[in-house]
C-alpha cells in the first residue's frame, strides 16, 4: 500500500526537504545524493541512499522535529501520511493481542481501566533501533512515550552528535531494560523537550504511543491522571480502603496530596498510607530496609490504631532521580469519612474504630454476602468493647440482645459450668 503511493522528488543542494516546526505530511526515502539533519541549527546527522526520514511526525501527529536539507543533488521517494497511517494501523491490528499483554507488565498503566487498555494497545506501535542508533536527542520536542520491550537503552548526558548521526562523549545516567518506559516524566509539560539523548546499546524493540493518542485516550493533563490511577490501584489493594466501594474510594482520594522530593530529600513519616508515584524512596519499615519503586505502596500499622501513627515507616529519602510520593494521614481519611456521612465527628479514634470495624465485618462468614453499602450501615451500629482479663461478656441463660465479633485477644466458652 505504500509503495503504490509514493512520488519521486528531486532537490538541488541547500533546498529544504522538511523544515523542524512545520506539519509534516510526507514519509521519505533517499535514493540518491546526501542530505543533512539539523536540530534546533545544529548538525546532527547525514541521510545517504537507503535512509528514511520524515516520519516522527507522522507517527507522532505532531510538527517537524528537525530539519533536513539537500547537500547535493538528490532524489528522495515520498509516500502521503494517509499511506502510511494505513499500513500502520494494519500492522497494529495484527499485532494487538500482544501489545495488549505487554501493557499489562508496565506499572505506569496499572491504574487504567481494561478499556483504556485496549485503545491504548490499538494506538500503539513497534519501533526497532540498533546497537549505537539515537530513539531520542536532547533537545528535540517530547512527541511520544516509549516502552521498552526488548534490548538496552542508555540515557545520556551532555556528548554530541557528528555529521554522521553517531553520538559521543555522554555520559551514562541510566541503563533501561524490557518492562521500562521513556519520557512519562515529561507527560505534564507544555511543549516539552527531551533534556538527555537516549541510544540504544544494543538491539532494541520499543513500543511507541504518541502524546495525542494519548490524551485523546485519557484527557489533556496526561500525568495527573496517570498517577491517580497508579493511587486509586493501590487504594483498591489496602487492607484497609479496599473494603470502601469505588466511589467511596475517589472521594477518599481527593485527600490524597502528591508531593515532589529532590533526590536525596526525606520523606514525610507520618503519613498512614503512601505511593509512590514517581521515581524510587528507601529508607525503613518495621526496622528493615526497604525500597519503593513506582506504584508500589505501604499502609502504616498505624492507621488502624487509636493512638497516633506507630511510624513504621523511617528515614525514607528519595532516590537517585527523585521521588514523587501520594500520601494519605489519618486526618485526610477522617475528613473524606465524614464527607461521605461515614463519621458523625472527625476524629482520629472515630476512623480507627470504623476501619476496624469494617475489616472484622468482611471477615465473618454471615456478612461476607453483604454488598459495600449493606456493610458501612451495618458497621455504625456497631461498639467497639474493652474487657479485662476474667471479666465475663455474656451469660448463659440471659436473653441475647447483642451480636459480638472478637477483634483481639481469646475468650473462653463453657456450657453448664
Same mark, same amino acid.
Given at each position: 500500500?505504500?509503495?503504490?503511493?509514493?512520488?519521486?522528488?528531486?532537490?538541488?543542494?541547500?533546498?529544504?526537504?522538511?523544515?523542524?516546526?512545520?506539519?509534516?505530511?510526507?514519509?521519505? *526515502?533517499?535514493?540518491?545524493?546526501?542530505?543533512?539533519?539539523? /536540530?534546533?541549527?545544529?548538525?546532527?546527522?547525514?541521510?545517504?541512499?537507503?535512509?528514511?526520514?520524515?516520519?516522527?511526525?507522522?507517527?507522532?501527529?505532531?510538527?517537524?522535529?528537525?530539519?533536513?536539507?539537500?547537500?547535493?543533488?538528490?532524489?528522495?521517494?515520498?509516500?502521503?501520511?494517509?499511506?502510511?497511517?494505513?499500513?500502520?494501523?494494519?500492522?497494529?491490528?495484527?499485532?494487538? %493481542?500482544?501489545?495488549? %499483554?505487554?501493557?499489562?507488565?508496565?506499572?505506569?498503566?496499572?491504574?487504567?481501566?481494561?478499556?483504556?487498555?485496549?485503545?491504548?494497545?490499538? #494506538?500503539?506501535?513497534?519501533?526497532?533501533?540498533?546497537?549505537?542508533?539515537?530513539?531520542?536527542?536532547?533537545?528535540?520536542?517530547?512527541?511520544?512515550?516509549?516502552?521498552?520491550?526488548?534490548?538496552?537503552?542508555?540515557?545520556?548526558?551532555?556528548?554530541?552528535?557528528?555529521?554522521?548521526?553517531?553520538?559521543?562523549?555522554?555520559?551514562?545516567?541510566?541503563?533501561?531494560?524490557?518492562?521500562? #518506559?521513556?519520557?512519562?516524566?515529561?507527560?505534564?509539560?507544555?511543549?516539552?523537550?527531551?533534556?538527555?539523548?537516549?541510544?540504544?546499546?544494543?538491539?532494541?524493540?520499543?513500543?511507541?504511543?504518541?502524546?495525542?493518542?494519548?490524551?485523546?485516550?485519557?484527557?489533556?493533563?496526561?500525568?495527573? /491522571?496517570?498517577?491517580?490511577?497508579?493511587?486509586?490501584?493501590?487504594?483498591?489493594?489496602?487492607? /484497609?480502603?479496599?473494603?470502601?466501594? #469505588?466511589?467511596?474510594?475517589?472521594?477518599?482520594?481527593?485527600?490524597?496530596?502528591?508531593?515532589?522530593?529532590? /533526590?536525596?530529600?526525606?520523606?514525610?513519616?507520618?503519613?498512614?498510607?503512601?505511593?509512590?508515584?514517581?521515581?524510587?524512596?528507601?529508607?525503613?519499615?518495621?526496622?528493615?530496609?526497604?525500597?519503593?519503586?513506582?506504584?508500589?505502596?505501604?499502609?502504616?500499622?498505624?492507621?488502624?490504631?487509636?493512638?497516633?501513627? &506507630?511510624?513504621?515507616? %523511617?528515614?525514607?529519602?528519595?532516590?537517585?532521580?527523585?521521588? &514523587?510520593?501520594?500520601?494519605?494521614?489519618?486526618?485526610?481519611?477522617?475528613?473524606?469519612?465524614?464527607?461521605?456521612?461515614?463519621?458523625?465527628?472527625?476524629?482520629?479514634?472515630?476512623?480507627?474504630?470504623?476501619?476496624?470495624?469494617?475489616?472484622?465485618?468482611?471477615?465473618?462468614? *454471615?456478612?461476607?454476602?453483604?454488598?459495600?453499602?449493606?456493610?458501612?450501615?451495618?458497621?455504625?451500629?456497631?461498639?467497639?468493647?474493652?474487657? &479485662?482479663?476474667?471479666?465475663?461478656?455474656?451469660?448463659?441463660?440471659?436473653?441475647?440482645?447483642?451480636?459480638?465479633? *472478637?477483634?483481639?485477644?481469646?475468650?473462653?466458652?463453657? *456450657?453448664?459450668?
Amino acid at each position: 500500500a505504500i509503495l503504490s503511493a509514493m512520488e519521486f522528488f528531486e532537490f538541488l543542494p541547500g533546498e529544504a526537504v522538511v523544515e523542524q516546526g512545520t506539519t509534516g505530511n510526507t514519509f521519505f *526515502i533517499a535514493q540518491t545524493g546526501s542530505l543533512q539533519v539539523s /536540530v534546533n541549527g545544529n548538525v546532527c546527522n547525514t541521510v545517504s541512499e537507503g535512509q528514511a526520514f520524515g516520519s516522527l511526525a507522522l507517527l507522532y501527529n505532531c510538527p517537524r522535529t528537525a530539519t533536513v536539507k539537500a547537500l547535493t543533488r538528490c532524489g528522495v521517494w515520498g509516500a502521503n501520511g494517509a499511506a502510511v497511517h494505513a499500513a500502520l494501523r494494519e500492522n497494529a491490528h495484527t499485532h494487538q %493481542q500482544d501489545y495488549r %499483554q505487554f501493557l499489562d507488565s508496565i506499572r505506569l498503566f496499572d491504574g487504567l481501566t481494561d478499556s483504556q487498555k485496549e485503545k491504548a494497545a490499538e #494506538s500503539a506501535f513497534k519501533e526497532v533501533f540498533e546497537t549505537g542508533a539515537r530513539l531520542v536527542t536532547a533537545g528535540e520536542d517530547f512527541a511520544a512515550i516509549y516502552f521498552v520491550k526488548k534490548g538496552q537503552l542508555r540515557v545520556m548526558r551532555g556528548g554530541k552528535v557528528m555529521a554522521d548521526g553517531t553520538f559521543v562523549d555522554g555520559q551514562v545516567l541510566a541503563t533501561l531494560g524490557p518492562g521500562t #518506559s521513556l519520557g512519562e516524566a515529561l507527560l505534564s509539560g507544555v511543549n516539552a523537550r527531551w533534556e538527555n539523548t537516549v541510544v540504544a546499546s544494543s538491539s532494541s524493540e520499543v513500543l511507541c504511543i504518541s502524546v495525542p493518542e494519548l490524551k485523546s485516550l485519557l484527557g489533556e493533563d496526561l500525568g495527573r /491522571v496517570l498517577e491517580n490511577g497508579l493511587v486509586l490501584k493501590a487504594m483498591q489493594e489496602s487492607a /484497609v480502603l479496599s473494603q470502601f466501594s #469505588s466511589g467511596q474510594r475517589s472521594e477518599i482520594s481527593k485527600w490524597i496530596t502528591v508531593r515532589t522530593y529532590a /533526590v536525596g530529600a526525606k520523606v514525610e513519616d507520618h503519613a498512614g498510607f503512601l505511593v509512590v508515584v514517581k521515581g524510587q524512596i528507601k529508607g525503613k519499615w518495621q526496622g528493615e530496609s526497604k525500597t519503593l519503586e513506582q506504584g508500589d505502596w505501604l499502609e502504616d500499622g498505624g492507621l488502624l490504631e487509636r493512638s497516633e501513627l &506507630r511510624s513504621d515507616l %523511617q528515614d525514607m529519602m528519595a532516590g537517585p532521580e527523585g521521588a &514523587r510520593v501520594a500520601s494519605l494521614s489519618k486526618g485526610g481519611l477522617s475528613t473524606a469519612l465524614e464527607k461521605l456521612g461515614l463519621a458523625a465527628v472527625a476524629s482520629g479514634e472515630e476512623v480507627s474504630d470504623l476501619a476496624k470495624k469494617m475489616l472484622m465485618v468482611r471477615k465473618v462468614r *454471615i456478612f461476607q454476602h453483604l454488598s459495600r453499602e449493606q456493610v458501612s450501615k451495618l458497621v455504625r451500629s456497631f461498639v467497639l468493647q474493652h474487657h &479485662r482479663k476474667g471479666a465475663q461478656v455474656i451469660k448463659q441463660g440471659e436473653v441475647g440482645s447483642s451480636f459480638f465479633v *472478637i477483634v483481639s485477644g481469646e475468650v473462653n466458652v463453657t *456450657i453448664d459450668g
